[in-house]
């Protein structure tokens, strides 16, 4: 069964930026329901505002709604895939890695802040990344691959996060074990310094 919210919801995935009004009036629900509903969604982030309209004569202004960027997805998978494509499976990764992480923040830095550091900016790409001490030398753990759309047919993309991680420790690294992807589509990376 349908519930009222996916009502909302896929109403607006169908239209241009409506207001709560227009939407009750088309799905044939009230107008506080609706306001409800779009709050649920606005604070879930799959759905924003995106206008205030002045109404003509009384009442306050309309609130327009529409999706949100995140709800409507993008087509960068679809162009990463085209640009590793043609850039081929024997490209050099180094610029990447040099571009992505630019290793010079990290250079005057003593060993356990370069992992620190490394494991926040690595967070703030989406790797769910941690470091750890061991015997053999730090390892560095990704919690999540951010490239699991496009992962399966650009096994390079691997080597680019080796060589970031080379880059900014100074030190050459080597993954030690590709875990098998796990649920939600993760992909646990463990590194040491080689």
């Known amino acids: 069964m349908i519930t009222a919210r996916q009502k909302v ?3 607006l995935t169908k239209s241009r930026p409506s207001s709560a ?3 009750a009036r088309a799905l044939k629900m009230s107008a506080p329901n609706v306001r409800h509903h779009l709050s649920v969604l606005c604070s879930d982030g799959r ?3 995106t206008a205030v309209n002045s109404r003509e004569g009384r009442g306050r202004p309309e609130k327009m709604y529409s999706l949100s960027q995140a709800a409507l997805g993008d087509n960068l998978s679809v162009l990463a ?3 590793l494509m043609e850039a081929g499976p024997d ?3 180094t610029p990447a890695a040099k571009h992505i992480l630019a290793p010079d923040q990290f250079v005057s830095l003593p060993i356990t802040k370069r992992l620190a550091l490394l ?3 690595l967070d703030e790409m989406h790797y769910q990344a941690r470091w750890e001490a061991a015997a053999d030398g730090p390892r560095v753990t990704f ?4 490239y699991t759309k496009v992962i399966d047919g650009h096994p390079e993309l691997c080597k680019m996060d080796t060589v970031m991680l080379g880059l900014s420790l100074g030190r050459p690294m080597t993954r030690s074990q590709k875990n098998e992807t796990g649920a939600r589509g993760t992909c646990p990376f463990l590194f040491k310094v080689g």
């Open 91 to 93: 490209w050099d990764v």
């Open 47 to 49: 759905v924003e505002l």
């Open 9 to 11: 919801l896929s109403y």
């Open 81 to 83: 895939d085209a640009l």
């Open 143 to 146: 919690g999540r691959c951010p």
């Open 21 to 23: 009004r227009e939407i």
């Open 119 to 121: 494991v926040e900016k």
